[in-house]
């Protein structure tokens, strides 16, 4: 039998933790995510929905991106206990210049389209937290506006080849002018990847007016009333375009691009070169051989090639052909600092990450990319504490495995 009483006011003033809310409803709604997939829930409401899954989609039937996920899913961690963890560093070096995390932001076109504060409220983040930011060729700031929102940030800057190739060159002086420190080569591109949420959605740039999209304003009138009020949404290093990305893609981009094309950037542009969309062994060893400083090993995020090689399994193998040559960094999937911790345990020099800290712009600007960057920094600094570890050089394979 339960004897019951009245519970002293003493003992209930203990339980009572009313609280002013503090900050905007931007700031409450941010300190409401734990986790990145909280930013994503919370950027899914804000914003029309194609614009939701033209950052979140990936190509054809969207299995590239999937596998991603799941192979970081299939992460075993093998920690250490009884070792001094009350101090980690996870810092390391980045092209021979420091970086706070193992990460660096990637780029990701049309970023304005997300949030009007655009390319450099994640440029600031980025100098804020000490990591690099690449700036997309496809971007909506040009480089001379970004390095002049962002002047300490460490600024690369992402190219693809044009057809029209003086028009590229130029862009290569323009970042060498505005002090960009890296040439990041996206080279798995030579035609779009089918989008296939954006033929759905009819979505294209800038979105267009229609009975649909006049409909979406009716649920997101704040997206709407920033795009109409702030500067026109379009390319920086574009003409105008009123089609479809994928569309502009295979009209722009050059399909016949060879190693020629590395060796030639590796000759006109002085500071390092990165390339970006390696997922072979034998490719990342050639773009080594002609002149690259780091390769991505990428499949642009599931966005271009479905069934493409999912980029954690080939990791290791790259890692061997390159040796210490240059550096090799990893995207795709990347969703939480464990993942980061656990692509530099597969040897990995850092990750970069692209829709993670769109979700933080979606969800509240340049404070909704520092949330995303506060979570990831402190899940990789814990899991390293819970590994047993306290440096990045401890990450090495011994730490991990993939389980079948």
């Not at 970086?99 to 655009?118: D, V």
């Not at 009819?202 to 709407?224: D, E, K, S």
């Not at 050639?286 to 271009?304: I, K, L, T, W």
């Amino acid at each position: 039998m339960v004897l019951r009483r009245v519970p002293r006011w003493a003992e209930l003033s203990e339980l009572v933790r009313l609280q002013r809310p503090a900050g905007d409803g931007t700031d409450r709604r941010l300190a409401r995510a734990v986790d990145v997939s909280d930013l994503r829930e919370i950027a899914r409401r804000r914003v029309p929905q194609a614009v939701f899954d033209y950052t979140d989609g990936a190509a054809g039937a969207e299995i590239s991106y999937r596998r991603s996920r799941e192979a970081f899913e299939r992460v075993e961690f093998r920690p250490s206990v009884l070792r001094d963890v009350a101090v980690v560093d996870p810092s390391t070096t980045l092209l021979g210049a420091p970086s706070a995390l193992p990460l660096g932001f990637a780029p990701t076109g049309f970023t304005r389209l997300m949030h009007t504060e655009g390319e450099p409220a994640v440029a600031r983040v980025a100098a804020q937290v000490g990591v690099p930011y690449a700036l997309s060729t496809m971007g909506t700031t040009s480089l001379e506006a970004l390095a002049a929102a962002a002047p300490d940030a460490r600024r690369w800057f992402q190219l693809y080849l044009w057809r029209d190739r003086d028009a590229s060159a130029a862009l290569v002086e323009r970042a060498r002018a505005a002090g960009y420190e890296a040439l990041v080569l996206t080279v798995d591109t030579p035609v779009a990847g089918p989008r296939l949420r954006d033929v759905r959605n009819g979505f294209t740039i800038p979105p267009a007016l229609t009975v649909r999209t006049i409909a979406n304003a009716a649920v997101h009138p704040r997206w709407w009333v920033d795009l109409l009020t702030t500067a026109p949404l379009e390319f920086a290093s574009l003409r105008s375009w009123g089609g479809t990305v994928a569309e502009l893609v295979d009209r722009v981009f050059e399909p016949s691009a060879t190693l020629a094309d590395v060796r030639a950037l590796r000759a006109i542009w002085s500071g390092a070169l990165i390339v970006k969309g390696v997922t072979d062994a034998d490719d990342a060893r050639a773009v080594v051989e002609a002149g690259a400083d780091a390769v991505v090993v990428s499949n642009h995020g599931g966005r271009q090639l479905d069934r493409a090689p999912t980029p954690l399994e080939q990791l290791p193998e790259v890692v061997r052909a390159v040796g210490d040559r240059a550096e090799v960094y990893l995207d795709g999937g990347i969703m939480d600092g464990a993942d980061v911790v656990a692509a530099v345990a597969f040897g990995a020099r850092a990750c970069l990450i692209g829709r993670a800290y769109l979700y933080g712009l979606m969800a509240g600007g340049e404070r909704g990319v520092r949330r995303t960057a506060d979570i990831l920094a402190r899940e990789v600094a814990r899991t390293m504490q819970l590994l047993g570890v306290t440096s990045v050089a401890e990450l090495t394979p011994d730490r991990v495995r993939l389980r079948s």
